[in-house]
């Protein structure tokens, strides 16, 4: 007799078990010592993965090159504020103590900065960092001693340490500083012949001479005032090379309102801001070090001024809110807070599993072989992408594209533990059937050959689904499937192979504390009631599964309809709402988060366009000359003055924005003076000159201030108006003979071409998601309607999950819900559409095998009264390990009000909670999104709609048959 693939495979993993199980272990252990972790690899943001035809990312490639290590690509913001009154002057107090901490840490990250490129680089971008560090060690020692003329008296009595109560190290560091410039200038160039009555080239090396004598006076007053201030300050201050400043290396600059020439732009009666200018992306995964470098600073200050402030002048105003905010803080406050949901769902997904296979099987070692397996393939799935990934960065393999995002790794151990956990399931309550039957290696065997056809089917729709999303334009899309499919395929491997050897192995005491073999004595699976899979009495659980599949079977048009009907109003409210989405990154974290709390108060006091503007570049093909570059950028500077929704432009001779075309002004008057310092400012000429020779007298850079939010669709529309205007420009411009390309970058162009590529991904993946798993199905099952039916059935599930997902979180947020996180309808479509049709699957493959022995009404009724249990659990696990997503938005807050504390320490721990935030708004709709579906799938969709449609379809294909057949019948006869 010919053995089928299935059979042989079966009998080589029986006969092999014991070397299959240390196969295994032994590599998962290689894997695990020799691959690199999850954290190593992965990338995060958004942004950096837009296709590079893409109009922000081409104007982000502009700014890199023109701007090449200056670009200022995010930012973090202190923000010194008070609500409802005026800062105070104790206030004000906190503000300088912050302002010359930050300028001395300044100083610091530009010298260290300035000796690591002093090893074969030019001298030009050296001496920029060189002139940084002297002027923030400048500010730094200027604001302590407005610090120190402020405190007055209040000196506090505690021992001088190098940063309380003076600066000492300021004074040290720029002494030092000096000096090493002093060291490390070149040798002056030989002397010239000097032309008579040329008493300037006389004096030139008495100037020489007087400007190191002056400098050397000045490291000497410098050293000798940081030893006055604090005399241990050599032997507590470590040498600059060997600071560890690695996690600031991203800060470019700084600016305050202490600034004499910007400090008006940045403060208010209620409000200061500090900003720090960083080279790094948003969502950098170092933002999450800088932003808790950063908060220490903050910590000190506001702990220091406990020193100096006395009970009476803290308890008269308050304290103010001094709080880190900025695109920056938000994109590592945002990380952090996706690390904490990971560890949260991988914890939670482990409890889960543990808990609903106790009480399905109520065996310790049932209970043990499915989480071993599956702790097995989540070390050797993850280990193998971490390793490919660790390839692709390295550039080894030529033409390997693998990234792995932070946020992958959530749907990697989900999907994972709950369809590992599904596979297993199904193995084992086979392997009940066959061992009442057939000794246990044959029963083991048996098991494994009847549910392999299933598990690959079932596994092949996910595998072939989430792999999909290869088709997609965006990078996170990409490369996020095809990783999960491989990790899918990976663990499927593990549960055909380890679980059935270790289950052989284990032998009929796996079900212990009930025997196997046995009918009587068979171990039940206790989900919904008592029941026994193969159990000829009827047990409690017996009784609901027949009388279940009675009843949806004998009405099955009724029973279609009538759940239909349930469906459609919610998938309806889906379909409409399926774009309302938000890409409001700030959005992801909670309202009650610092760093949202913080752009509040910059909504507030400054508008939130201040710090997210439009930047738009021209680009000449040639050089143009002064005159021309001042004609062109004050005709353009001009039109977009006029265009809806610019409420300010900011450029090479307006840095700030505030000079209007139509403001006028005296040559003499102050606002003049003070717009040519503006000009002259250091941060001017970083920000709008381009220092690459490439792009000299070709480049303009102009930041364009609009009034909405930058997230928002309503900033889409202004920069579509921008861009208009900027087209009309440079086509006037053009038939004059000066051709120029206009580029965009910044939050709102890039959002604008993040919505534009995610929502024609999501129509091109549906499509490819549809034909996979329709072809997937057709090669299992071989019934093309009753695919097709079944494609449709989860289409019906997905919009109904979408639209009941909708209405809860508008619920739950109130008028202030800006709708679904942009992530979550592809991400649902994919792995529902994927995922939901295993239990179809499992379902219809039972059906057609008991079709082969009884007829159809009683073969779905027998496979839904054998699979009912099965199928539910298995549901519920995958369920649960989706809603083990949801974990971190509410384990926390649980964990407060379970706390023995006391009411104060109850409510400290609340505040810390609410303000530091272990969730995003993104996994939680996404992981209550696919739990509600699963669910929706497994107990409703697999229960009443397929069974029906089944029994129906059958009926009226033997109808068709029968009237084929008497229709010859009744020719013959005439």
């Avoid at 990338?43 to 982000?60: H, I, K, M, N, R």
């Avoid at 995002?405 to 066959?434: H, P, Q």
């Avoid at 939130?608 to 353009?636: D, F, N, R, Y």
């Amino acid at each position: 007799m010919k053995t089928s693939a299935t059979q042989r495979f079966s009998r080589q993993v029986i006969a092999r078990a014991h070397w299959i199980v240390l196969g295994w272990v032994v590599f998962a252990i290689l894997c695990k010592a020799f691959s690199p972790s999850w954290k190593q690899v992965a990338l995060d943001g958004d942004f950096e993965y837009l296709p590079a035809t893409q109009t922000s990312v081409a104007g982000g490639k502009l700014l890199d090159e023109a701007f090449f290590g200056t670009r200022a690509r995010s930012q973090m913001v202190v923000t010194l504020s008070r609500a409802e009154q005026d800062l105070t002057k104790s206030d004000r107090l906190i503000g300088l103590d912050l302002l010359r901490r930050l300028y001395h840490r300044l100083g610091e990250v530009a010298w260290q900065r300035a000796m690591q490129l002093s090893d074969g680089s030019e001298d030009e971008p050296i001496n920029r960092w060189w002139i940084v560090a002297t002027q923030a060690f400048d500010q730094a020692i200027e604001i302590d001693s407005q610090f120190y003329e402020a405190l007055g008296d209040r000196v506090p009595e505690t021992s001088p340490t190098p940063y309380e109560p003076r600066m000492a190290i300021a004074y040290w560091d720029r002494g030092n500083l000096l000096g090493s410039q002093m060291v490390i200038q070149p040798p002056d160039a030989p002397e010239t012949a000097v032309a008579p009555g040329d008493t300037d080239a006389k004096t030139e090396p008495d100037k020489k001479a007087s400007s190191i004598s002056e400098t050397t006076a000045r490291v000497a007053e410098d050293l000798e005032a940081a030893l006055v201030l604090d005399s241990d300050l050599p032997m507590s201050v470590l040498p600059i090379s060997k600071r560890p400043l690695k996690d600031w290396e991203p800060l470019l600059d700084i600016y305050s309102w202490e600034d004499r020439t910007l400090g008006s732009q940045l403060k208010t009666p209620r409000a200061r801001l500090a900003v720090l200018t960083l080279s790094s992306e948003l969502a950098a995964t170092g933002n999450i070090e800088l932003l808790e470098q950063l908060q220490e600073i903050v910590d000190q200050t506001v702990a220091y001024s406990h020193a100096y402030l006395t009970e009476e002048e803290r308890s008269d105003s308050g304290s103010p809110q001094l709080i880190v905010t900025g695109s920056a803080a938000i994109g590592g406050q945002t990380l952090s807070a996706a690390r904490s949901a990971i560890q949260y769902t991988e914890w939670f997904t482990v409890v889960m599993i543990l808990l609903l296979l106790s009480i399905v099987y109520r065996a310790p070692l049932l209970v043990a072989v499915p989480l071993f397996s599956i702790a097995i393939a989540v070390m050797v799935s993850t280990a193998a992408v971490t390793f490919l990934t660790q390839l692709s960065q390295s550039g080894l393999v030529p033409g390997l594209d693998i990234q792995i995002y932070t946020t992958s790794r959530i749907f990697v151990v989900v999907i994972l533990f709950g369809a590992g956990t599904d596979y297993c399931l199904f193995l084992i309550a086979r392997l009940r059937e066959e061992a009442a039957q057939s000794p246990w290696p044959v029963a083991c065997r048996k098991a494994l050959t009847q549910v392999s056809g299933a598990l690959i089917g079932s596994a092949m729709t996910t595998i072939v689904g989430l792999g999909m999303l290869w088709f997609a334009d965006f990078g996170k899309f990409h490369h996020t499937g095809p990783i999960i499919a491989v990790c899918l395929s990976i663990g499927l491997l593990v549960c055909m192979t380890l679980t059935p050897a270790c289950l052989c192995l284990l032998g009929p005491k796996v079900f212990w504390p009930t025997s196997a073999g046995q009918v009587s004595r068979e171990p039940r699976i206790q989900l919904i009631g008592n029941r026994s899979v193969n159990d000829k009495d009827s047990s409690p659980g017996d009784l609901l599964w027949n009388w279940m599949a009675i009843q949806l079977t004998r009405r099955p048009m009724v029973t279609l309809l009538i759940g239909l009907a349930l469906l459609l109003p919610p998938a309806w409210i889906g379909f409409r709402n399926e774009r309302t989405v938000t890409y409001d990154i700030s959005g992801q974290l909670s309202a009650s988060a610092s760093t949202r709390q913080g752009m509040r108060v910059l909504d507030r006091e400054f508008g939130i366009g201040q710090l997210a503007p439009i930047s738009v570049l021209m680009l000449s093909e040639q050089p143009m000359g002064k005159e021309e570059q001042k004609e062109t950028l004050q005709t353009v500077t001009q039109a977009l003055y006029q265009t809806e929704g610019v409420t300010a432009v900011r450029h090479r001779n307006d840095p700030l924005g505030d000079f209007p075309p139509d403001r006028e002004m005296s040559l003499l008057s102050s606002e003049a003076w003070r717009r040519r310092a503006l000009q002259n400012h250091r941060l001017t000429q970083l920000h709008f000159v381009s220092s690459m020779p490439q792009y000299a007298n070709r480049l303009i850079r102009m930041d364009v201030i609009i009034q909405e939010d930058p997230f928002s669709e309503a900033a889409g529309n202004s920069l579509k108006r921008i861009e208009e205007t900027i087209a009309g420009q440079t086509a006037a411009l053009g038939q004059a003979g000066l051709q120029i390309d206009a580029f965009y970058a910044g939050t709102t162009p890039s959002i604008v071409d993040l919505r534009e590529v995610t929502l024609s991904d999501t129509f091109r993946i549906k499509l490819a998601v549809i034909a996979a798993v329709f072809a997937v199905l057709v090669l299992v099952i071989r019934r093309v309607a009753l695919s097709i039916y079944l494609i449709a059935t989860v289409l019906l599930s997905y919009y109904t999950t979408l639209g009941l997902t909708y209405l809860f979180f508008r619920f739950l947020h109130g008028p202030t819900f800006p709708g679904l996180d942009w992530k979550l309808p592809i991400f649902l479509f994919v792995i529902l559409v994927a995922v939901g049709q295993d239990y179809n699957v499992y379902l219809v493959t039972r059906i057609l095998e008991e079709k082969r022995k009884l007829g159809s009404l009683a073969a779905v009724r027998r496979a839904v009264a054998r699979t009912g249990g099965i199928i539910t659990a298995c549901g519920l696990v995958m369920a649960a390990t989706f809603i083990s997503m949801t974990a971190s938005s509410w384990w926390p807050w649980i964990t407060q009000s379970l706390a023995f504390l006391t009411s104060d320490s109850a409510a400290s721990l609340g505040e810390q909670i609410a303000s530091q935030p272990t969730t995003l708004r993104g996994i939680t709709e996404l992981g209550f999104a696919l739990g509600l579906g699963v669910l929706l799938d497994t107990l409703y969709v697999r229960t009443v709609l397929v069974p029906s449609f089944v029994v129906l379809h059958d009926q009226w294909r033997k109808s068709s048959s029968s009237q084929r057949f008497q229709r010859p019948n009744r020719s013959s006869t005439d």
